[in-house]
């Protein structure tokens, strides 16, 4: 198994943390993976994107051209991203930041309404977990347990007690992403 995923939007959007705790989980079930991130001089507001590959063999190389996974969280990420996708592919993206719905015919596309999730829950941080808990449903690269361990890893031990609603985010991510292709 190897999954190249490439994760993009705003600054602010919790896009880095998504990657490198997916790189993390990975690493917590002896996968190898790659986190390489990208981003503007701004810290929020700016765009910034991050490219994951986790796989069961070594990786050859952390830059891509094309992406198994694609995770959209706003308009200028879809349009760039949208035909790196592979055919056959996945993109998942967050309805709030789209005005222009994804229009290929040849990948599978779905909608998370993370930011409404997150709205509900009464907690905007838990927003990339939901995205994440998403990708987890459509495309189960890791287990929800070494997800779970590598929060434990990569957040700060002052954090350990949001691991909790961190992992209901996931769990409502699973829940509520929508498979729209048509």
Known sequence: MKKEIIISGFGGQGVLSMGKILAYSGLMENKEVTWMPA??????????????IVSD???SSPILSKYDVAIVLNQPSLDKFEPKIKAGGI??????GIINP?????????????MDKAAEMKNAKVFN???????????????????????FKSLP????????????????????IVDTTV
């Open 39 to 52: 981003y503007g001089p701004e810290q929020r507001g700016g765009t910034a994107n991050v490219t994951v």
């Open 129 to 151: 977990m939901i995205v994440l808990g998403g990708l987890l449903k459509v495309c189960p690269v890791v287990s929800t347990d070494g997800l779970q361990k590598a929060l």
């Open 102 to 114: 994804p229009t290929r015919k040849d990948i599978n596309v779905y909608r998370i309404d993370a």
């Open 157 to 176: 031990e002052r954090h350990h007690g949001l691991i909790p609603l961190n992992m209901q985010a996931v769990q409502e991510g699973m829940k509520i």
């Open 57 to 59: 063999d070594r990786i």
């Open 91 to 96: 993109l998942i993206y967050d309805g709030y």
